[in-house]
C-alpha cells in the first residue's frame, strides 16, 4: 500500500495528453498515491521536463515499461498509450493481480475479429479479453464494480452511447435510423507532432475525416446492439473543429411513437440518468455546449423533437479528455474500489 494507507497507482503512457490529465487528477485523489509513470520514448527523462508547469508537484521520471517491476509497486495501472500495444502487457499484469483499466481500444470489443478488422492487429490474448468490462459507468455500473479490467472509451463513444442509451434501452426510436454527427477539438489527436493538427491547418477550418470507416464506428455499433437486444448499424461521422477541448456529438433518429415531444424525452433522460451524478440534462430548448464541460467530468445533454419530421435530436457536449479519456477512467476506478464515483474528479468545468 501507498503512504497513509493510499492505493499505489501507476501510468503508462504518461507523456501523452491522456497521461498528463491522469497525473493531474490523480494527484489530487485522495484516495491514492502515484508512485509510477511509464513510457517507451521519454525514458529517462523527469516528467517535469515534459511538462514544466507541473514541476512543482510532480518528482517522478518516466522508466520502462516492464509489468513485472510495475506490478510488484502498483495496485492499479492505467494504460494510456496507442492502440495495440496495452495487450502486451495487460495479462501480466492481471496475472500479478494488478487493477487495470485500459484507455486504448484494446479492451473494448468483446469479438477480437471486430478489433482485427478494423485496427489490423491480430490478437492472442482472447481469454483476457474475454474477462474485460466495458467502461461506460452509466450503462456499466454493476460490472464495473467487479471488474478487474477495464477497457474504457474514448470521447467519440462517450457522448454518442450517452445520447443514444436511453433512446435505444426503452425502443423509443427505429434504430437503423440513428445518425450521429460528432465533433471534436484537436487535443483528441494527441500530442505527437501531426500535419492537420498545425494551427495553420485546423484553425479557421471545420473538416470532416474517416467518413464510413472511422474506427469508433463497430464500438458505438456493440453497444447500441446491447442496448437494443439485436444487431444495429449506426451511421457516423466525425469532425474536426479548431478548438483545444470538447466533444458535442448530434444524433438524430426517427422516433416510434410521432406524439411524443421535447418536453416528454427530457423527462426520460431526466429518469434514466437519475443516478448518474456526472449526467446533466438540460432543461427543454437549452442545448448544450462544449465550454461548460470543459475541465470537468460532466456530460450536458439537450434534447429536442422536430415535430414536422417525427426525428429526435439529442446533443451531448463533454470534455475530450476529461469525461472521454482520463476522468471516466478515474470514475470507473472509483467504482472498481467502492469509493464515492465522484471522487478527486472536477465538478465545475473552465467558464469562458
Not at 414536422?308 to 472521454?324: C, E, F, P, Q, W
Request: hydrophobic residues 40%; charged residues 20%.
Amino acid at each position: 500500500m501507498g503512504n497513509f494507507g493510499r492505493v499505489p497507482v501507476g501510468i503508462v503512457g504518461a507523456s501523452g495528453y491522456g497521461g498528463v490529465q491522469l497525473v493531474r487528477l490523480l494527484m489530487d485523489h485522495p484516495e491514492v498515491e502515484l508512485v509510477y509513470l511509464g513510457g517507451e520514448s521519454s525514458v529517462g527523462k523527469s516528467f517535469a521536463s515534459l511538462y514544466p508547469h507541473l514541476a512543482h508537484a510532480v518528482k517522478l521520471s518516466i522508466e520502462e515499461v516492464d509489468p513485472e517491476v510495475i506490478a510488484r509497486r502498483c495496485e492499479v495501472v492505467f494504460l494510456s498509450m496507442p492502440n495495440g500495444l496495452a495487450c502486451r502487457f495487460v495479462p501480466t499484469l492481471l496475472e500479478k493481480g494488478c487493477k487495470v483499466l485500459d484507455l486504448s481500444a484494446d479492451y473494448r470489443f468483446r469479438n477480437l475479429t471486430t478489433y482485427t478488422t478494423w485496427y489490423g492487429v491480430e490478437r492472442s490474448d482472447r481469454t483476457t479479453a474475454d474477462t474485460a468490462v466495458y467502461g461506460l459507468p452509466e450503462l456499466y455500473r454493476d460490472r464495473i464494480s467487479e471488474a478487474q479490467l477495464v477497457g474504457c472509451p474514448g470521447s467519440y463513444p462517450t457522448a454518442s452511447l450517452l445520447a443514444l442509451s436511453p433512446l435505444l434501452k426503452q425502443g423509443l426510436i427505429v434504430p437503423e435510423t440513428a445518425i450521429v454527427d460528432a465533433k471534436s477539438g484537436t487535443s483528441g489527436g494527441g500530442r505527437e507532432a501531426k500535419t492537420y493538427l498545425l494551427l495553420a491547418e485546423a484553425d479557421n477550418s471545420l473538416a470532416p475525416y474517416s467518413v464510413v470507416r472511422h474506427r469508433h464506428t463497430p464500438e458505438i455499433e456493440q453497444i447500441c446492439s446491447d442496448l437494443a437486444g439485436h444487431e444495429v448499424t449506426v451511421q457516423f461521422t466525425p469532425h474536426l473543429i479548431p478548438i483545444v477541448r470538447g466533444t458535442l456529438a448530434t444524433v438524430y433518429a426517427t422516433l416510434r411513437d410521432p406524439g411524443l415531444v421535447g418536453d416528454d424525452l427530457t423527462t426520460i433522460y431526466t429518469a434514466f440518468y437519475r443516478n448518474s451524478p456526472w449526467i446533466k440534462v438540460c432543461e427543454s430548448g437549452i442545448y448544450p455546449q462544449t465550454k461548460w464541460a470543459a475541465g470537468s467530468n460532466l456530460c450536458y445533454i439537450g434534447v429536442e423533437v422536430d415535430p414536422r419530421t417525427g426525428r429526435v435530436i439529442v446533443m451531448s457536449a463533454i470534455d475530450n479528455l476529461i469525461k472521454g479519456q482520463a476522468g471516466q477512467a478515474i470514475q470507473c476506478l472509483n467504482i472498481m474500489m467502492g469509493w464515492d464515483e465522484t471522487l478527486g474528479l472536477p465538478k465545475m468545468g473552465f467558464y469562458p
